[in-house]
């Protein structure tokens, strides 16, 4: 079975500045997806960025971007220039390409302070 | 034209009462799911439809019963609630590729029920 670890609850951060957020997951399998999703107080579920475990390159979507470490099972989130409208529950998220489910981590929730 | 919506956004009942939830995608995939977030926000998955056939069954109590009349829909019907049963319910849906991989996972909106 899939395990997601995300050791951060809380974590806060100055607008304009960087922050990342870490995960950890644990699996046996060689071909999967990871997510992040963020959940804003509307409890909406947003894809936030996603990476192929084949792919070694970090994807990037705008000031979002992740260190995806296959061999350590670590996929941390970056977010750059920090917008008010970030604060949110962040998830992250695996997903195995030949199953159907996600497993989601606990989340950490992220503020961003004026 | 929102792409995966569902009805209600909130629920109150009491307990004992039978309640539906209803779920539609207009994205044109051939999956679709139920998830449960409880009261600390955890996430967890409770049922999968492909091509309306029942391929993710996880450990929920019978009392819940996955309907799905097309691929476009997929109901969640609830008998005899218990007050365990107050969450947020997501529907979701995503696209199995011609690889037979399986795609992102577009979220609905969620429906806050609570069993009083």
């Known amino acids: 079975a899939q395990t997601v670890t995300q050791s951060q609850p809380e974590m806060s951060v100055q607008e304009a500045e960087t922050v990342t957020l870490s995960c950890t997951y644990d699996?046996?399998?060689?071909?999967?997806?990871l997510f992040w999703y963020k959940q804003p107080p509307s409890r909406q579920m947003i894809l936030v960025i996603r990476?192929?475990?084949?792919?070694?390159q970090n994807a990037t979507e705008n000031r979002f971007s992740v260190n995806f470490q296959k061999a350590a099972k670590s996929f941390s989130l970056k977010i750059s220039d920090s917008q008010l409208g970030d604060t949110a529950m962040y998830f992250c998220?695996?997903?195995?390409?030949?199953?159907?489910?996600?497993?989601f981590g606990k989340g950490t929730l992220l503020t961003v302070n004026p | 034209d929102t792409a995966v919506s569902q009805t209600p956004k909130y629920l109150v009942t009491q307990m004992g009462n039978d309640k539906s939830i209803k779920c539609e995608q207009n994205?044109?995939?051939?999956?679709m799911y139920w998830y449960k977030q409880d009261s600390k926000k955890f996430l967890k998955i409770m049922f999968s439809?492909?091509?309306?056939?029942?391929?993710i069954n996880e450990t929920v109590p019978n009392r819940f019963s996955p309907k799905s009349p097309d691929k476009a829909h997929l109901n969640l019907h609830i008998n005899s609630l218990e007050l365990g049963d107050s969450a947020v319910y997501f529907c979701?849906?995503?696209?199995?590729?011609?690889?037979?991989?399986?795609?992102?996972?577009?979220f609905g909106p969620g429906t806050r029920l609570t069993v009083l």
């Open positions: 979701a849906s995503s696209q199995v590729l011609t690889s037979g991989r399986t795609d992102t996972q577009y």
């Open positions: 699996t046996s399998e060689s071909n999967y997806y």
């Open positions: 990476q192929e475990a084949y792919k070694q």
């Open positions: 998220a695996f997903g195995l390409q030949s199953n159907y489910k996600l497993t």
């Open positions: 994205l044109g995939h051939d999956t």
């Open positions: 439809y492909n091509n309306k056939e029942l391929i």
